[in-house]
């Protein structure tokens, strides 16, 4: 299990204080105390770690949220912030002696530019909501979660998040122009804009993906795309699940980039068909759903080119949408994955790691033999076009010991994507869950001069703290203070 810091008796001690500036700064309901009621808030997506904060607080405005930064910076009292809460590694997972700065209050469309392509809107808005917004006009908002529904705007900012439409459209931050922000010191500055590139330094870009630890999100404008004229998706099966993995990087060697190119394993098809029905063959080991898109005589054409390739690489089974409800219907699988995980067993860990697209059979094959040291089933999910892996590990919690079993099996999941050339995360951040393996993918100058980035930004350190750096280090002992011959520097600080 992950460590998080020891709770701060002096920050306990200013609780009612707190929560008194806090009413002043939010009046009526927009501050939570109550046990019972903040046990909405105890944890995100990584349900395994739970924690009810010190108070949680509903800000609706820019100046608000200035505000109760400006006043938790002055008292050192840690801010964790929030979205939807479906973070999947314990990103919003509250601090005991933090409060808690919810953001689903900051739910409005702000600006719609049909022209200039572009929809600004608060970070409270969900993924989907922006699509929502446009789609009247023949336009969407790319980057496409398979939590779209949930998850806001801001969360998907601070955690870069991808989905099936990445690979050809990019991921968050290819799709953010701009951003307004609080720093931690309650200043309130501007990222970008509606123009396509910015002087100076690309802080838009540090931001993207900075995991609620460098400043709160409070308005959001993105890119977005007019929809292609054609979508098809294919559903190819194999005998081999090597032979998927093969035919993915014959797709892509082949200069076609699909809008989406996503595999399944047996156990996660199997569980996907049975939730949804979307209509894969349940005799394959493992399922490509490629989609094509463009005008239609472009898709046709690439169609019959995959086809071919597939064909090539051993594949039995090749379905092409023929409407767009049965488009609509392969992708249902794919993207109720997760939830139909639930059914095949009472939990799921669910992993991001990811590779070089040429180790995915090697990896599958490594995975499955760790599956059998560690005694537990494993059902893959993978964006296969980016090498981004989701490995979901069945468990029961309430069997003794399997969910350490699960995260240690976890964690070598990880340890094998760094170790073939790729990376502990593809989307969901590193939060709480990746934390400890930090170091397994940097060395100690690598993760120094990131925190040096985070006290540029945070040097009291209030925002988010425990998360995504294993050793935590004062500002001050990063930069303007020599150690002396090696001497621990404040002993007093906690490290975990
Ligand atoms: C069923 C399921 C499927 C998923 N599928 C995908 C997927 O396909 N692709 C993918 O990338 N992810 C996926 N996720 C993970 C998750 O949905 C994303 O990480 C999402 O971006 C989190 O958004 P949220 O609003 O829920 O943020 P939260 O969980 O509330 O917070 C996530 C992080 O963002 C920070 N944060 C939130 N709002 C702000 C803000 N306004 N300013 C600064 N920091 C902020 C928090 O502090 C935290 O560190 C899935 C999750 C679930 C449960």
Redesign the pocket.
Known sequence: MVKMPEPDPEALAKRDRIVGALREIVPGEGVIVSADEMRAYEC??LTAYRQVPMAVVLPSTTEQVSRILRLCHEERIKV??????????G??LPLTDGIVLG?GK?NKILDIDLENRTVTVQ??VT?LGITRAVEHAGFYYAP????QI???I???????????HCLKYGLTTNNVLGLE?VLPNGDIVRLGGKHLDAEGYDLLGLMTG????L????EVTVRILQKPETARAVLIGFPTVEQGGDCVAAIIAAGIIPGGLEMMDHPALNAAEDFCHAGYPRDVQALLICELDGPAAEVDHLIGVVSGIARQHGATYIKASESEEERIAFWAGRKNA??AAGRISPDYY?MDGTIPRRQLAYVLRRMEEMSQHYGLRVANVFHAGDGNLHPLILYDANKPGELERAEAFGADILKLCVEVGGVLT????V?VEKRDLMDTMFNEDDLKQQQRVKCAFDPSQIL?PG?VFPTLHRCAELGRVHVHRGELRFPDLPRF
Not at 80 to 89: C, D, I
Not at 154 to 164: K, L, M, P, Q, T
Not at 426 to 429: C, V
């Open positions: 995100d997506g964790v912030p929030r979205g939807a809460g479906t973070s999947l590694s990103g919003a953001m900051f970070p409270g993924n496409d979660p398979s939590s949930a998850c806001t801001g969360g998907n900012i601070a955690e870069n998040s991808g989905g099936v922000m900075s995991e609620g630890l400043g709160v999100v409070t997760f939830p669910c593809g989307e969901h951040g939060g988010n998360k």
